[in-house]
C-alpha cells in the first residue's frame, strides 16, 4: 500500500487520511500532497473512532502540523468537521459546536476546513445555515463538503452548499463508502450522479463522465458482491447532456 501511495504520488499527487500523527509515515512527503485529518464535532462520535475527545483530536491537528513544517515538502492539510450535521450516537449536534470546532482547526493551522455529514443526516437549510456561520468565523479556510445519501437529500445538500459558495465535494465511485459506527448510513455521495448535475449547470469538473461509468465495472469485477448505486448509470446519460465548457 505505501509503495502504490508513493508511486501514484509522484505521478498526479494523492489525497491521505490519517487521524493521528503516528499514522503517518515518511510516504506522505515522498507522495502525497494533502493529508485530510478528521475531527469529530459528537462527542460520542469522537470516542468510539478514536477513543478520544474532540478537543484531543483537535490537539493532534496541532501536532500534524507542527511535524509537518519540519518537513522538506509541503502537504496541504485539510481537517474534516466529522457529523457537524447529526450523529448516530449523540443525536443532534448543535451549530454552535461544530462552529467552535471548525474554528479550533483554522486556528490550528490547518489550511482548509471541510463540514462532513458523516450519517448522511443533513438537509439543504442545514447545510445553508452551517456554511454561512463558519465562513463568517473562518473564511476561506472553509473549502469542502462531505456529503452521504443516507436520507436521499445527498445531491440536495450538494446544491445547497454550491449555492452558497462551496466548490469541493468528496464522492465516491457508485456511492461506495460508509461508517462502522454509524448503523444504516449508507456511502458516500454518488460521484457520477455528482458529475452529471454539476457539468449540467455549467460547472466544469473536468471530469469524463463517460470514462467514469465506464469505470464502475472495474469496480464490479473488484468487489462483485458490493451493490453499486447511481441513477445516472442505471438510466444511462442522455442526448440533451452537454458537458460544460
Not at 452548499?161 to 449508507?186: K, M, T
Request: charged share 20%.
Amino acid at each position: 500500500m505505501l509503495e502504490l501511495i508513493a508511486r501514484i504520488g509522484a505521478e498526479s499527487g494523492i489525497s491521505i487520511q490519517a487521524s493521528n500523527l503516528s499514522r503517518l509515515d515518511v510516504t506522505l512527503v515522498k507522495g502525497g500532497t494533502r493529508l485530510s485529518i478528521p475531527v469529530w464535532v459528537s462527542e460520542g462520535h469522537s470516542r468510539a473512532n478514536l477513543n478520544r475527545t474532540p478537543a484531543e483530536q483537535i490537539a493532534e491537528v496541532g501536532r500534524v502540523m507542527e511535524w509537518l513544517r519540519g518537513q522538506k515538502r509541503r502537504v496541504r492539510v485539510q481537517a474534516a468537521c466529522s457529523t457537524a450535521f447529526g450523529c448516530s450516537i449523540d443525536g443532534v449536534v448543535p451549530p454552535a459546536k461544530a462552529i467552535e470546532i471548525a474554528t479550533a482547526l483554522a486556528e490550528a493551522g490547518a489550511d482548509e476546513v471541510a463540514l462532513a455529514d458523516t450519517v448522511g443526516y443533513a438537509n439543504p437549510a442545514q447545510v445553508r445555515a452551517l456554511v454561512r456561520a463558519v465562513r463568517a468565523a473562518i473564511g476561506a479556510k472553509l473549502t469542502t463538503l462531505h456529503l452521504h445519501d443516507t436520507m436521499g437529500l445527498g445531491l440536495a445538500n450538494a446544491l445547497a452548499g454550491l449555492e452558497e459558495g462551496v466548490r469541493r465535494f468528496d464522492a465516491s465511485l457508485a456511492g461506495l463508502g460508509g461508517c462502522p459506527y454509524a448503523p444504516g448510513a449508507s456511502g458516500n455521495i454518488v460521484t457520477e450522479d455528482l458529475v452529471f448535475m454539476l457539468e449540467s449547470m455549467g460547472f466544469a469538473t473536468g471530469i469524463d463522465l463517460g470514462k467514469l461509468i465506464a469505470a464502475r465495472a472495474m469496480l464490479h469485477e473488484a468487489m462483485p458482491a458490493e451493490p453499486l448505486h447511481g441513477q445516472v448509470p442505471k438510466a444511462g446519460i442522455p442526448k440533451t447532456f452537454r458537458a460544460a465548457a
